[in-house]
């Protein structure tokens, strides 16, 4: 596109809510420099219907879906050790660890004739090991042999998840009308995912995860975040691994 239309392209999708894609490191740079106090990034809808809809779980719509002062808010008190540097350096050991291990597993799902059949499944769960050793402190075993049950809930719910916000997101928004198939299937997965996460939190907090190793410093950071309701805490955790995947 950028070939055919230039540097700077803009499109209008769904809605016809203008879209606009810079191509340039400059302009990247410009943007990024100029995002101002409050930026404003149009939120999940499907997402945040859910959460405002359970309060007994949510008192916000998320880092992800959430504007103003209640985002930075958030930003502020959830992010610095994930955004560290520091964070960054102390965690590369690790990441060996498990480019090693997931080296091991290709080595040993190649058949005769040196071919991975599905590699993109080991993809994914290389995918869901780093994501939750960096965001949970802790190996949940995907690039095992045998994959625990934990660990298979939580992959089904956030494949799930991902599936779901994507068929609400691009399709007719009538779960807004009516709670059709692919909403159900939001909210199950959603509330999975937060009975996942709520069982790690809470034995973490029952077993005293104030020894804060490298590899345990954001999920530490992010459970004594001060002035924060346990539920924000548990929605950040259920954001970065679902932003994790995704990406």
């Not at 007994?56 to 808010?73: F, K």
């Not at 690790?94 to 190649?110: G, M, S, T």
């Not at 190793?213 to 954001?218: A, F, K, L």
Request: proline content about 4%; glycine content about 4%; hydrophobic content about 35%.
């Amino acid at each position: 596109m950028f070939s055919r239309y230039g540097d700077i392209i803009r499109e209008e999708a769904l809605w016809n809510i203008p879209v606009l894609s810079v191509k340039e490191r400059d302009f990247i740079e410009r943007v990024l420099r100029h995002s101002g106090k409050y930026p404003i990034r149009p939120p999940n809808e499907v997402t945040a219907n859910y959460r405002n809809s359970r309060p007994d779980r949510y008192t916000n719509t998320g880092l992800v879906n959430e504007q103003g002062e209640i985002w930075a808010n958030l930003r502020n008190k959830l992010t610095p050790e994930l955004t560290s540097p520091r964070t960054i350096r102390n965690f590369l050991p690790e990441v060996n660890l498990l480019a090693d291990d997931f080296n091991a597993l290709i080595a040993q799902a190649r058949d005769s004739n040196n071919t991975v059949k599905g590699f993109e499944s080991y993809c994914n769960r290389m995918g869901l090991e780093s994501t939750c050793t960096l965001i949970l402190g802790r190996r949940l075993g995907f690039l095992d042999g045998e994959i625990s049950d934990t660990a298979t809930r939580l992959a089904d719910a956030v494949t799930s998840q991902f599936r779901a916000s994507q068929e609400a997101f691009y399709g007719l928004p009538l779960w807004k009308l009516i709670p059709t198939k692919a909403y159900k299937d939001f909210v199950a997965s959603e509330d999975s995912l937060y009975d996942i996460v709520s069982e790690i939190v809470d034995s973490a907090l029952t077993d005293e995860q104030q020894s804060c190793t490298d590899v345990r410093s954001v999920f530490v950071s992010i459970l004594q975040a001060p002035g924060l309701d346990i539920r924000d805490k548990k929605a950040a955790i259920i954001d970065y691994i679902a932003a994790g995947i995704k990406t």
